[in-house]
């Protein structure tokens, strides 16, 4: 019974981890493949409804988000994702899941923010914002 309860605290722990990893990745995969979709359409929808992904949740049973900017503005309007440096991530639109913990904030630095899975540098990025 020792030896079971021994293995038990030390598997479980690396069982989450994969679990985790393997929600990282399919919310990374579901980016790119919305990114794909808006990116495909002659001018950006105000929703993701318009491209049929309306009801797409991550695996953290989350909406994925979407921010398009406005087109003529100059640069990124308030609200827009923020990295460490308070830089604008993206040109067009943010697109993120709000990761594990359901919570998110403008800038990746904050702690709501880190755990978020974001498209960064208009796509050339996509991953956990605290790797950015």
Do not use: C, H
Request: proline share 8%; aromatic share 8%; charged share 20%.
């Amino acid at each position: 019974m020792a030896i079971m309860g021994a293995l038990s605290t030390i598997l479980i722990p690396s069982v989450q981890g994969a679990i985790q990893k393997a929600k990282i990745a399919r919310a990374i995969g579901d980016i790119r493949a919305l990114q794909a979709d808006l990116d495909g359409q002659d001018s950006l929808p105000a929703t993701l409804a318009a491209v049929g992904r309306g009801g797409m949740l991550d695996p953290w049973d989350n909406p994925y988000q979407y921010f398009p900017f406005p087109s003529g503005q100059r640069g990124p309007p308030p609200g827009a994702r923020r990295d460490r440096f308070l830089v604008p991530i993206n040109t067009r639109y943010d697109l993120y899941s709000m990761g594990e913990d359901g919570g998110t904030a403008i800038p990746l630095t904050a702690r709501a923010g880190r755990d978020d899975i974001v498209r960064a540098n208009d796509g050339g990025y996509i991953g956990l914002a605290s790797k950015f």
